[in-house]
């Protein structure tokens, strides 16, 4: 009987430091790499740090998940008081391959209505990224975020040198 | 004599033609109602959300293994080309089965509109095309058997978005080209197409066409003031697989406002439901007006004979 207790407050214990140390703000990384799409262009360091100070609430970035609140007129009636989430990176609810048949056939099951049409980590990132950039004067120029790999400047055919009127029928 | 060849000749008209005529109306009816393939793709194309980056059209390049381009697929000074004493912007052709233009409004950011194939459900090459080279497929793409092209090109006259590009660099062989929506290589494996895959900004939105119609609607209605209040493509030319978001009208980024809602086969199917018809019934009017001629030539000869001896075995059946 006694070491059942002992075991239930074992247990009650470690789920404890678990879920404390998820919800620890100390777990916020300071870099983030993104490098889903290695074959064309480096990896983007992502300066975390840097980001999380210039934003004045991280809801700006994470919506509802880091239960600061959000200030989103389409999350909000739903999302106003919601507690913080066990995962709030973007990738949890962007996937990376938001047009493949798996993920298609799973969107079709969506039961949670207004989370149709949500856009894959690729678009999020850069809506985002780029929405704030131009308010805030920062990069927005293709190659200021993404470095080509010697892949990416064949792939954009980086020497190509013709004159612009030259072959095909107009 | 000539009167009993005549009734013959008339009834045996009437039957050819009563069946060419039913066959032919069937046929005609079957090509006006169809709705399409009831999963078959599409691609939402998102005007607001395209960024002018030309990855699309790199992408094409490479999947499709087009012929190298003139100019890098960064270079943004291609928006200025111009065709046509200025009158016509960039158009897909045999090297470039997708292209980017750009469009100016006054007072407005620039809007950047992507070209292909709209895979339409009721494709007007398809019908223009005699040869049968093309085929809509269950998935929803319009694709061509480039082996069975004669290069006649009526496809690229009877094609409402100017897409098939003829390959007119090569002497012998030449054939139409256009986008397939990578059907060979990805569609059919249930793959979004290479632009789509790369597009950083999802202005390309790959889906079950009936998704997609709920989706654009649904844009529509969240954000009010950011669309017109259209879905192009969901119901012009009879309905295509590639639709449009839009925030300023169509007309202005470069869509011809002339043709409607009525896929073009509408209009031609009348015609050609009579073509069978007239090529089951020519053969034995003309058959008949030539025996009659004969037949009143020969009176009295061996022919005539014969035939009279075959008339009443007829009779008698």
Same mark, same amino acid.
């Given at each position: /009987?006694?070491?059942?207790?002992?075991?239930?407050? !074992?247990?009650?214990?470690?789920?404890?430091?678990?879920?404390?140390?998820?919800?620890?703000?100390?777990?916020?990384?300071?870099?983030?790499? !993104?490098?889903? /799409?290695?074959? !064309?262009?480096?990896?983007?360091?992502?300066?975390?740090?840097?980001?999380?100070?210039?934003?004045?609430?991280?809801?700006?970035?994470?919506?509802?998940?880091?239960?600061?609140?959000?200030?989103?007129?389409?999350?909000?009636?739903?999302?106003?008081?919601?507690?913080?989430?066990?995962?709030?990176?973007?990738?949890?609810?962007?996937?990376?391959?938001?047009?493949?048949?798996?993920?298609?056939?799973? @969107?079709?099951?969506?039961?949670?209505?207004?989370?149709?049409?949500?856009?894959?980590?690729?678009?999020?990132?850069?809506?985002?990224?780029?929405?704030?950039?131009? @308010? /805030?004067?920062?990069?927005?120029?293709?190659?200021?975020?993404?470095?080509?790999?010697?892949?990416?400047?064949?792939?954009?055919?980086?020497?190509?040198?013709?004159?612009?009127? @030259?072959?095909?029928?107009? | 004599?000539?009167?009993?060849?005549?009734?013959?000749?008339?009834?045996?008209?009437?039957?050819?033609?009563?069946?060419?005529?039913?066959? $032919?109306?069937?046929?005609?009816?079957?090509?006006?109602?169809?709705?399409?393939?009831?999963?078959?793709?599409?691609?939402?194309?998102?005007?607001?959300? *395209?960024?002018?980056?030309?990855?699309?059209?790199?992408? *094409?390049?490479?999947?499709?293994?087009?012929?190298?381009?003139?100019?890098?697929?960064?270079?943004?000074?291609?928006?200025?080309?111009?065709?046509?004493?200025?009158?016509?912007?960039?158009?897909?052709?045999?090297?470039?089965?997708?292209?980017?233009?750009?469009?100016?409004?006054?007072?407005?950011?620039?809007?950047?509109?992507?070209?292909? *194939?709209?895979?339409?459900?009721?494709?007007?090459?398809?019908?223009?095309? #005699?040869?049968?080279?093309?085929?809509?497929?269950?998935?929803?793409?319009?694709?061509?058997?480039?082996?069975? *092209?004669?290069?006649?090109?009526?496809?690229?006259?009877?094609?409402? #978005?100017?897409?098939?590009?003829?390959?007119?660099?090569?002497?012998?062989?030449?054939?139409?080209?256009?986008?397939?929506?990578?059907?060979?290589?990805?569609?059919?494996?249930?793959?979004?197409?290479?632009?789509?895959?790369?597009?950083?900004?999802?202005?390309?939105? #790959?889906?079950?066409?009936?998704?997609?119609?709920?989706?654009?609607?649904?844009?529509?209605?969240?954000?009010?003031?950011?669309?017109?209040?259209?879905?192009?493509?969901?119901?012009?030319?009879?309905?295509?697989?590639?639709?449009?978001?839009?925030?300023?009208?169509?007309?202005?980024?470069?869509?011809?406002?002339?043709? $409607?809602?009525?896929?073009?086969?509408?209009?031609?199917?009348?015609?050609?439901?009579?073509?069978?018809?007239?090529?089951?019934?020519?053969?034995?009017?003309?058959?008949?007006?030539?025996?009659?001629?004969?037949?009143?030539? $020969?009176?009295?000869?061996?022919?005539?004979?014969?035939?009279?001896?075959?008339?009443?075995?007829?009779?008698?059946?």
């Amino acid at each position: /009987m006694s070491a059942k207790q002992i075991l239930t407050t !074992l247990m009650m214990v470690l789920a404890l430091i678990v879920v404390g140390s998820t919800t620890m703000a100390a777990d916020m990384p300071e870099q983030v790499s !993104l490098d889903t /799409m290695v074959e !064309l262009f480096e990896a983007v360091e992502f300066d975390h740090d840097m980001h999380s100070e210039l934003g004045e609430d991280c809801s700006v970035c994470h919506h509802h998940t880091t239960g600061t609140g959000t200030t989103d007129d389409r999350c909000i009636s739903c999302h106003a008081n919601s507690d913080e989430l066990e995962t709030v990176a973007c990738i949890n609810c962007h996937v990376s391959d938001p047009f493949s048949s798996e993920h298609l056939s799973r @969107e079709s099951q969506e039961i949670y209505q207004f989370h149709i049409d949500r856009p894959g980590l690729k678009a999020a990132y850069h809506w985002n990224c780029i929405g704030c950039h131009e @308010e /805030m004067d920062g990069p927005t120029g293709c190659e200021d975020c993404h470095a080509r790999t010697p892949e990416g400047d064949e792939f954009y055919h980086k020497d190509a040198t013709g004159s612009a009127d @030259e072959g095909g029928h107009h | 004599m000539s009167g009993i060849s005549r009734r013959k000749f008339l009834a045996a008209s009437v039957a050819v033609g009563a069946a060419t005529t039913l066959g $032919g109306t069937k046929k005609a009816l079957a090509a006006g109602s169809f709705s399409g393939y009831p999963n078959s793709m599409g691609v939402l194309v998102d005007l607001t959300r *395209c960024i002018g980056c030309r990855s699309c059209e790199a992408a *094409c390049n490479k999947e499709q293994k087009l012929p190298d381009p003139n100019l890098p697929f960064d270079d943004m000074s291609v928006f200025d080309q111009t065709f046509h004493h200025g009158t016509q912007k960039r158009r897909t052709d045999e090297s470039a089965y997708t292209v980017v233009n750009r469009y100016t409004p006054e007072g407005s950011e620039p809007i950047y509109r992507k070209v292909q *194939c709209n895979h339409c459900a009721e494709p007007a090459c398809l019908s223009s095309c #005699f040869v049968n080279a093309y085929t809509k497929t269950k998935e929803g793409a319009v694709i061509y058997d480039g082996s069975v *092209c004669v290069g006649c090109r009526n496809c690229m006259i009877a094609c409402p #978005f100017n897409v098939p590009a003829y390959s007119y660099s090569s002497a012998f062989g030449a054939v139409v080209k256009k986008c397939i929506f990578c059907h060979e290589t990805r569609l059919k494996d249930g793959l979004p197409p290479a632009c789509v895959e790369i597009c950083p900004q999802e202005a390309l939105t #790959f889906g079950k066409r009936k998704d997609l119609l709920k989706i654009g609607h649904q844009r529509i209605q969240t954000h009010p003031g950011r669309y017109i209040d259209r879905v192009y493509g969901e119901k012009e030319l009879g309905g295509t697989h590639w639709m449009y978001l839009s925030p300023i009208p169509v007309e202005e980024v470069g869509f011809d406002p002339r043709p $409607g809602n009525e896929p073009i086969i509408s209009h031609v199917k009348e015609f050609l439901g009579v073509v069978p018809m007239v090529l089951a019934i020519w053969p034995a009017l003309f058959t008949g007006f030539h025996l009659l001629a004969k037949n009143q030539e $020969g009176h009295g000869d061996h022919e005539h004979d014969t035939e009279h001896q075959h008339d009443e075995e007829g009779g008698q059946q």
